[in-house]
């Protein structure tokens, strides 16, 4: 169950984070409401609550902790201490969805309504440090594309950048963390991001988007997954966490280009273009920067995939660049450059991660026969979309990971 009180609270508690204040205008707390009121709809269970009835409810029934005047909600206690008391009082105490209702109220249209400010430049040096990092992983690529080694020293180097931002986001207070996840729902409106994965591999230029530049930041910010129980209505596995998802695909990614490096292009530009795509997949990926600074090297870092039976949603969320990569393969040889075919050759190897990790058998089977039926699919005009078809996807040759399907 959804309580309407614990959205109330939330979202007096979000305003009074911000600005001080414990208490707020109704007409605006109505609007933010019903936008929350949306957002959980869209992400937990539907509901469909009376503003003004739930108001009634909250102010006959908690009147030690909230005051209603003519136009304005107060909270008339400290807020820790109105959360304890709200938790004792309402019959059962929070659920578990009440817990998840303090993250879906940091969203950008929340913070417009209750006319919240950017926070983004109190925090420039997290901008930077991170910023840093990923400049130092795109050098990294760079002087294995002039045929230098990547030595324990470089890696040195590297690992000093991340225990540093490490112990700047350790620092962070349960204030600063919110301040945060703000500025990152901001920078998303303002620059309209798509995920930093998918800008690291197929954006023309990933390293001046803000997604790149702030990844490390929300990463981090998010490092502790929380498993919500679902609805057998919204999901039809009961647990679906997406950033396990989100680092064993992209692990999964790059070991799988990391081993076909050697045997595309070896010396050439298309081959230089993938390994800085590798490096900045590498740099958002922490689980799989960890290994290879401790060990070098990519290969045997990456455990097959353990199947169950809450993993057939699992890479879902992937699918519909699956399709918009398959599309990505339809190009004519006369049309090819070497910006195209690095492209091209990423989005076989993407679409062969999700085949590979992907357990829901009908999208399975809609991928494979979109493939196999493709127009260009041994169309000698299309030599190279054939080839790379054939080769990474249909291929039967394993990558370094043990298929467990």
């Known amino acids: 169950m959804i309580h309407s009180e614990a959205m109330f609270f939330e979202i007096m508690c979000l305003y009074a984070i911000f600005t001080d204040y414990v208490e707020l205008e109704l007409d605006i707390l109505k609007d ?15 509901i469909n609550y009376n503003f003004d009835e739930e108001l009634d409810n909250l102010v006959t029934h908690y009147g030690s902790i909230f005051e209603l005047t003519e136009d304005t909600l107060i909270i008339q206690s400290d807020i820790d201490k109105a959360y304890v008391l709200l938790d004792q009082q309402i019959d059962g105490g929070f659920t578990e969805y009440d817990d998840y209702i303090s993250q879906l109220v940091q969203n950008i249209n929340i913070y417009h309504i209750l006319d919240i400010q950017d926070p983004t430049s109190l925090y420039s040096p997290f901008w930077q440090l991170n910023s840093s990092i990923m400049a130092y992983h795109f050098l990294l690529a760079q002087k294995e594309n002039m045929g230098g080694k990547i030595d324990s020293k470089y ?6 950048y991340e225990n540093q931002f490490r112990d700047m986001i350790s620092d962070i207070s349960g204030k600063d963390d919110i301040f945060m996840r703000a500025a990152l729902e901001f920078q998303n409106e303002e620059y309209s991001l798509n995920p930093d994965w998918y800008v690291a591999l197929f954006e023309n230029q990933p390293l001046k988007s803000k997604a790149l530049n702030h990844s490390l930041v929300s990463y981090h910010l998010n490092s502790y997954p929380l498993e919500i129980k679902m609805e057998e209505d919204n999901l039809q596995d009961n647990y679906y966490t997406c950033y396990t998802d989100r680092d064993y695909f992209l692990s999964y990614f790059i070991i799988v280009l990391d081993s076909l490096l050697p045997k595309l292009y070896s010396e050439g530009e ?18 799989i920067e960890k290994a290879y600074i401790e060990h070098g090297r990519l290969d045997g870092t990456l455990k097959p995939l353990a199947r169950n039976k809450n993993s057939k949603q699992a890479f879902l969320s992937f699918y519909p660049t699956v399709l918009e990569r398959i599309k990505d393969l339809d190009c004519l040889d006369m049309q090819l450059d070497v910006n195209k075919i690095s492209s091209m050759i990423l989005s076989a190897i993407f679409i062969r991660t999700f085949l590979d990790t992907c357990m829901h058998e009908d999208v399975l089977q809609d991928v494979y026969h979109r493939i196999i039926n ?5 169309n ?8 790379f078809t054939q080769t990474i996807i249909l291929s039967n040759d394993e990558p370094d990971i043990q298929k467990k399907r």
């Open 32 to 46: 933010a409401f019903y936008e929350l009121q949306d957002i959980i709809t869209d992400n937990i269970k539907a």
């Open 155 to 160: 890696l040195g180097i590297l690992l000093i």
């Open 270 to 287: 298309i081959n230089k273009l993938l390994n800085i795509r590798k490096h900045l997949l590498i740099a958002i990926t922490p689980p």
């Open 374 to 378: 493709a127009k260009f699919l041994n």
């Open 380 to 387: 000698p005009n299309y030599y190279y979309a054939t080839l």
